[in-house]
């Protein structure tokens, strides 16, 4: 019982770790999208964020620095999209892909000019990363049958920014469901014309969305490289931006089912990585590629198969133009 309850918990805390990206991109799609601007350079705003936590870190031997610049370049981002997509009108997807290039591109060409270590950064110290949080009582829950062990290492444990994702899931409900400008947001998605005509600016509106979701995408990055990992490595973020998008659309663009779906989508990723251990009789190189790519192909199963129909907001994609 002890064993089985110690592999439960481990594969649970390896949901919750690998949630973590997943959970707060997804949040800032919905804020962007809600808003009626498909943010297709999720992938690329926490990319670039991953590697500007990682580059900072190690310069200011500071995690708290690299989190400021992760958020600093995803903001950035955020506006070359919203200036493209907003202010001029543009395709809001090639808008989003070419941030998502560039983002691929551009941090692996800073990285070897800035480290000459073949598109990654130094190994960070203990002290240049985000420091595991302890929560109060665990010593003396530890030997409490069944609860001790879960408080112990499944609820406490983890570094700041997980706790920082899941909180953000009440509070993104919150400011969606409680505030004007929650109220607001939802609605410049469904109808923009009908909130032009209230006297509110669509485009400050959208321009607001996109900097929420930055903020989030930029804690994201920071994740990966300052706190999952010790450092930057290329293409860190594997496509969880995507996977995160593929969330938002199975959660119907409502907070908490994005939540779950992206817990779903972790459970998966922790349940393959569990598996690259077993030999299924293909070769084990060939096994563990097959392991791996097993939480995408069940994503394209649940998003094709069992997810139902997914109505987004009616302006999403559709740039406004003021009337004269």
Not at 131 to 139: G, K, M, N, S, Y
Request: aromatic share 12%; net charge positive; glycine share 10%.
């Amino acid at each position: 019982m002890q064993e089985f309850l110690s592999t439960v918990i481990l594969l649970l805390s390896s949901t919750l770790r690998l949630s973590v990206p997943l959970i707060l991109c997804g949040l800032a799609g919905l804020f962007s999208e809600r808003s009626g601007l498909w943010d297709i350079g999720l992938e690329g705003k926490m990319l670039f964020a991953a590697f500007a936590a990682a580059a900072a870190a190690y310069q200011f031997d500071s995690a708290w620095v690299g989190l400021f610049f992760a958020i600093l370049v995803a903001v950035l981002l955020s506006l070359i999209h919203g200036f493209a997509s907003v202010t001029h009108q543009g395709n809001q997807i090639i808008s989003g892909v070419a941030i998502n290039f560039i983002s691929s591109g551009l941090t692996v060409l800073l990285a070897v000019g800035w480290f000459a270590m073949g598109g990654r950064t130094p190994q960070l110290q203990p002290e240049a990363r985000f420091p595991t949080v302890v929560l109060p009582f665990v010593e003396e829950m530890r030997s409490v049958p069944v609860i001790g062990p879960i408080y112990a290492d499944l609820i406490s444990g983890y570094n700041i920014l997980l706790y920082v994702a899941f909180a953000a899931v009440p509070i993104t409900w919150w400011v969606f469901q409680q505030t004007r400008f929650g109220l607001r947001l939802r609605a410049v998605g469904e109808n923009p014309a009908a909130v032009d005509t209230a006297g509110i600016s669509v485009d400050w509106l959208r321009y607001r969305a996109l900097l929420c979701g930055a903020v989030l995408c930029g804690i994201a990055g920071a994740y990966l490289s300052v706190a999952q990992s010790a450092g930057f490595v290329r293409e860190m973020s594997a496509g969880k931006g995507y996977m995160a998008l593929a969330a938002l659309i199975f959660a119907k663009w409502r907070p908490v089912p994005v939540l779950f779906a992206c817990l779903l989508f972790g459970f998966l990723e922790a349940l393959s990585i569990r598996f690259q251990a077993f030999d299924f009789g293909l070769g084990a190189a060939l096994s563990t590629q097959i392991v791996q790519s097993l939480p995408y192909l069940l994503t394209v199963v649940l998003l094709a198969g069992f997810m139902g129909r997914a109505i987004p907001p009616k302006a999403g994609g559709i740039p406004y133009t003021k009337d004269r």
